[in-house]
């Protein structure tokens, strides 16, 4: 089974812009949610979507969203980026069909850097 | 709110000898999983091993294994055999068991291991 996959791997944007990731989960897997990693901060969550609705939400701005579609491929959108938003931006996708919350596989990242 | 916390910010081990890595979280929970994650430098963050609070059996994946201790809210990976392609970050996560409610990993602040030939 093919893991994870997220488009692109590297990005390079300017402050003020807006930057889009794309995820798509493992075959099956109906959850998918998206983590934050810089060194300062470390891992953080920043929101999960299961069923194309956001079921949970991290403590970030409004500047940072989400959304997922019928196939369960998500993608997430920064706008305004600021030079703190530069960071590995990872997903992960669990089977979530249970109801219950479970193991969460992670994708390879993107790396956004803004200039 | 649930805290992680992995004391050991670096470790260093020679291949093929044993190496324990701790990590010790805060939670007024009952029910949960224990994670360990490792990231190698091609930052793929990847599973090694996860516990189950309710389950009092410490989990094992092949060289790996755990030391769940759940009263002391420590959960320790032990490393046999270490190997050069164990060197990576590990980060210890915790996640609350949600029903109908996404689950959101809560990590630690990584140990880097590095396995010495």
């Known amino acids: 089974k093919a893991g994870v996959t997220q488009t692109p791997r590297y990005l390079i944007k300017t402050r003020g812009q807006q930057v889009t990731l794309s995820c798509s989960p493992i075959?099956?897997?109906?959850?998918v949610s998206w983590y934050q990693q810089t060194p300062g901060q470390g891992l953080q969550f920043l929101f999960e979507?299961?069923?194309?609705?956001?079921?949970n939400k991290g403590n970030f701005p409004g500047r940072f969203s989400g959304r997922q579609f019928s196939n369960s491929r998500s993608e997430m959108n920064v706008s305004t980026l600021e030079l703190g938003d530069s960071a590995l931006y990872l997903c992960?996708?669990?089977?979530?069909?249970?109801?219950?919350?479970?193991?969460?596989?992670f994708g390879p990242g993107t790396r956004l850097t803004v200039l | 709110a649930q805290t992680v916390t992995q004391s050991q910010p670096e470790m260093s081990v020679q291949e093929a000898e044993t190496v324990t890595l701790s990590c010790t979280y805060d939670?007024?929970?009952?029910?949960?999983?224990l994670f360990w994650y490792k990231q190698p430098p091609s930052r793929q963050m990847i599973l090694v091993i996860r516990?189950?609070?309710?389950?009092?059996q410490n989990a094992t994946e092949n060289r790996f294994s755990v030391n769940f201790q759940k009263a002391a809210k420590s959960f320790s990976l032990k490393i046999s055999d270490s190997q050069l392609g164990d060197t990576a970050m590990y980060f210890c996560?915790?996640?609350?068991?949600?029903?109908?409610?996404?689950?959101?990993?809560?990590f630690g602040q990584g140990t880097e291991l590095s396995v010495k030939p």
């Open positions: 992960a996708s669990s089977l979530g069909g249970t109801g219950k919350s479970d193991t969460q596989y």
């Open positions: 075959s099956g897997h109906r959850s």
């Open positions: 979507y299961f069923s194309e609705t956001q079921r």
């Open positions: 939670t007024s929970e009952n029910n949960y999983y």
């Open positions: 516990q189950e609070a309710y389950k009092q």
């Open positions: 996560a915790f996640m609350k068991v949600l029903y109908n409610q996404g689950g959101k990993l809560i």
